[in-house]
């Protein structure tokens, strides 16, 4: 097994790891998978190929990623929901991963954005519902971006084969 070999295999594991990374943000997500294809395009072996896939994957991870951010802030403001609000959330599911095994960060966020929002605005029912608008757009967010992560995870797979195809 030679060193270009190794690092197809360490860059193609490091991009699942980045895709996953998506969905759950303990991992690394979107920069990994371009870390991941810089690494594949200058230690990978296939030359000019390497660099189209790189530059073709990194449209997708900076589109996903921006596209994220833009999506789910536009909304948090149309809402009126504060920044706090959401790191809040983010704390409370850290803690909340500790505490309840595989969905905790999840109930956690979510719970932390509720306690949040019943502190800020003093009412239930309107907490609950700019919650829930928060977590649409959170959750709108990350599958665009995993939509989009998947795009570049697929560019560096078509590129690894017509490597090598080519090869």
């Known amino acids: 097994m030679n060193a270009e070999v190794i690092v197809t295999i360490l860059c193609g594991l490091a991009i699942a ?9 303990i991992l690394p997500g979107s920069i990994l998978i371009g870390v991941s ?3 594949w395009a200058i230690w990978g072996g296939a030359g000019t190929l390497g660099w189209v896939i790189f530059a073709i994957g990194m449209v997708f991870v900076v589109a996903g990623m921006a596209a994220s951010a833009v999506l789910t802030g536009r909304k948090l403001m149309q809402h009126g929901i504060p920044n706090r609000s959401v790191l809040a959330g983010v704390v409370v599911g850290v803690v909340g991963m500790f505490v309840i095994p595989v969905v905790g960060l999840f109930v956690g966020f979510a719970l932390g954005l509720l306690l949040s929002e019943v502190a800020r605005t003093r009412d239930l029912r309107t907490a609950a519902r700019t919650s829930l ?3 649409k757009a959170t959750g709108i967010g990350i599958l665009v971006e995993f939509g989009l992560a998947c795009a570049a995870a697929s560019t560096w797979v078509i590129g690894v084969w017509i490597n090598a195809v080519n090869g």
């Open 37 to 39: 294809l810089l690494a």
């Open 17 to 25: 790891v980045g895709v996953a990374g998506v969905i759950i943000p």
């Open 133 to 135: 608008a928060a977590l």
